[in-house]
């Protein structure tokens, strides 16, 4: 299913409570994943926890879907979403990527069209002799218009993607931030209604280290080891995204990491292990980030992940679950599988327990991690300079 990012009608933005997205093959609980469809664009845009199950005490059992059971526990957010799936459906946040930029660009109408026009037309970047800066601008521009857009549009936070290519420089990404931060303050959206979003690099766990110490909320992402993810809770990241299914998808086609190798000797999946050691860490330890669990593939995966902050679910498995009803003999019981108290138990080994630095996190990322982090960064380095590419074969827009 797919967004379709034409101008709705007014009693389809006035029900719809929010917008949430994902970036293509980037599963997130703040992005927007586009492909250049000349129809349409795919679209994927704190409850207090019961402690360990869900029972007839805590849920009307005899009335209730799946979808609600599993709602206890975690906040279940739509893969993709269509302006018709707001009300079977609603999302609560969205993302600003270079996918989404260049699904507005390849569609002739659309309700964020003008915000990306505007950016082409503004007069600073116009004034701007080096051509490169005046792309960077016009970017940077078109990014903060089409975010401020969907923060008028969706009741939770807007996160804004930040350039893959300077995954490997913090001060870059830092400035890379502040710049996006002035844009959005501009346009009067407040801070707190803001994340950034920024690879699992040391280097852009660094910079989400030093973002965060300011008050600036990051969302560290492309994270596929438990080094990674202990590095990115120590850093105070606000949200930490693992994706579960991609790294199934490395076990099963590769090996030689011995962190998936030991996963698989206790008989575990290991991207559901990876979200339950990461959680347990962050728990046990007092980390103040929250977990998002991505790319979950089935109903059993999410079953295995309840107590988890956020998992982004497909919507074959949405529907799936709003039209199970959820009886007292269900094959599943809706156990909360993560949860502070199980975390406290939870034994750790000394190597684990480290400050993370450079070199320790680097060294312990296994082949699956180094790959799929790689992979990550290589496509959305490609969206990036696809979307230069365009603004400076339509810059300038002909109103100008």
């Given at each position: ?32 994943r ?13 409850r207090s ?10 849920i009307?059992?005899a ?6 059971a ?14 018709d ?10 993302t ?5 930029l260049?699904?507005?660009c390849?569609l ?6 003008n ?8 007069s ?11 792309v960077?601008?016009?970017?940077n ?6 975010g401020?857009?969907?923060?008028k549009l ?9 350039d ?5 420089d913090t ?15 501009d ?14 690099t040391w ?13 600036i ?16 809770a120590?850093a ?15 076990a ?6 011995a962190?998936?190798e030991?996963a698989?000797?206790r008989?575990?999946?290991p ?19 929250k ?9 059993q ?30 094959k ?10 199980s975390?406290?138990m ?11 630095d ?8 296994g082949?699956?991690?180094v ?7 290589d496509?959305?380095a ?19």
């Amino acid at each position: 299913m797919s967004l379709t990012l034409q101008t709705p009608s007014s009693t389809t933005l006035s029900s719809a409570s929010s917008i949430h997205s994902t970036t293509r093959r980037s599963t997130s609980y703040f992005s927007i994943r586009s492909t250049l469809s000349p129809k349409t664009i795919h679209c994927n845009s704190r409850r207090s926890y019961p402690q360990t199950r869900a029972s007839a005490s805590s849920i009307n059992i005899a009335s209730t879907t799946e979808l609600d059971a599993v709602s206890a526990f975690s906040e279940i957010v739509p893969d993709t979403v269509v302006f018709d799936d707001f009300e079977k459906f609603p999302p609560t946040a969205a993302t600003v990527s270079s996918s989404l930029l260049l699904g507005i660009c390849g569609l002739p109408d659309t309700i964020f069209r003008n915000a990306v026009e505007m950016a082409l037309a503004d007069s600073e970047c116009y004034g701007i002799e080096n051509p490169n800066a005046r792309v960077s601008c016009f970017v940077n521009k078109a990014f903060a218009n089409v975010g401020s857009d969907l923060a008028k549009l969706v009741p939770g936070r807007v996160s804004t993607e930040v350039d893959a290519r300077l995954a490997y420089d913090t001060h870059a990404i830092i400035r890379k931030v502040h710049d996006l931060l002035k844009l959005y303050n501009d346009s009067n959206v407040p801070p707190e209604r803001l994340l950034f979003k920024i690879p699992s690099t040391w280097q852009g766990i660094e910079a989400a280290r030093l973002l965060e110490s300011e008050g600036i909320q990051t969302h560290l992402t492309f994270v596929y080891s438990f080094a990674q993810a202990a590095a990115a809770a120590q850093a105070g990241a606000s949200v930490i995204q693992i994706f579960v299914g991609r790294i199934r998808d490395w076990a099963r086609n590769h090996s030689g990491d011995a962190e998936i190798e030991s996963a698989q000797l206790r008989g575990e999946d290991p991207g559901l292990a990876l979200v339950t050691k990461a959680y347990n860490y962050i728990h046990k330890y007092g980390h103040k980030s929250k977990l998002m669990a991505a790319a979950v593939r089935n109903k059993q995966d999410l079953f295995s992940l309840l107590g988890v902050d956020y998992i982004i679910a497909p919507l074959k498995v949405l529907q799936s679950l709003k039209e199970s009803v959820a009886s007292p003999d269900e094959k599943y019981s809706f156990v909360r599988r993560l949860s502070p108290q199980s975390a406290a138990m939870y034994q750790f080994r000394e190597e684990e327990l480290v400050q993370w630095d450079h070199d320790s996190m680097v060294n312990a990322m296994g082949p699956a991690a180094v790959q799929l982090l790689a992979a990550g960064l290589d496509g959305h380095a490609d969206q990036a300079k696809r979307v230069e590419d365009l603004f400076e074969k339509i810059w300038p827009p002909p109103n100008v």
